[in-house]
T-cell receptor
């Protein structure tokens, strides 16, 4: 079974600084997708960024980028120029066909 | 921008009662999902639904759960006899295909007393 591990239950960063959230996963598949979702206090799940496993190029989305290391099964999220609105729970997720498997999340606090 | 909607936003029920959670997926999406999140825990997959049938379900999705697409727009999750441990946030999601982004609704908070 696929598992997703987020080893940092909580992280904090100064506003305007850069922070990296870690995620590792376990799978025997070669074709899959990885995602980072953000869950603010409203508890809505919002997609931050997506990475296809067959793509070697790391995905970027404005201030958000990933470091995808397929051999190491690592998928970290870098947030540049952190803003107060980035404060949320961040979940890493693995998808093989329909099912999303989530990690336990990292609570990110932004320090003004 | 199209979005997934869910009703009600909060449902309170007595243990043993039946509840139906409703979702309206994005109109051109073909795949529908239910997830749940017990307070303070991770989001867990319950079931996926395609072409009017369940395509995958988790071990959580036992006989007390069922899903239905009663018409062209709604997608429902029924819990036949609720238990205290069913208290959670239930998220509906939809996607165009199985390998596309899943768009999540705002969730229904279910409280079982």
């Amino acid at each position: 079974a696929q598992t997703v591990t987020q080893s940092q239950p909580e992280m904090s960063v100064q506003e305007a600084e850069t922070v990296t959230l870690s995620c590792t996963y376990d799978t025997s598949e070669s074709d899959y997708y990885l995602f980072w979702y953000k869950q603010p206090p409203s508890r809505q799940m919002i997609l931050v960024i997506r990475q296809e496993a067959y793509k070697q190029q790391n995905a970027t989305e404005n201030r958000f980028s990933v470091n995808f290391q397929k051999a190491a099964k690592s998928f970290s999220l870098k947030i540049s120029d952190s803003q107060l609105g980035d404060a949320a729970m961040y979940f890493c997720a693995y998808a093989r066909r329909e099912k999303l498997t989530f990690g336990t999340g990292t609570r990110l606090t932004i320090i003004p | 921008e199209p979005e997934v909607t869910q009703t009600p936003s909060h449902q309170v029920t007595q243990m043993g009662q039946e509840v139906i959670l409703r979702c309206v997926p994005i109109s051109n999406h073909l795949y529908f999902y239910w997830y749940r999140q017990i307070l303070g825990q991770k989001v867990e997959f319950l079931v996926s639904f395609y072409n009017n049938e369940i395509s995958e379900k988790s071990e959580i999705f036992d006989d007390q759960f069922s899903v239905e697409r009663p018409d062209g727009s709604n997608f429902t999750l029924k819990i036949r006899s609720t238990k205290l441990e069913d208290s959670a946030m239930y998220f509906c999601a939809s996607s165009e295909s199985f390998d596309n982004e899943q768009f999540f609704g705002p969730g229904t908070r279910l409280t079982v007393l």
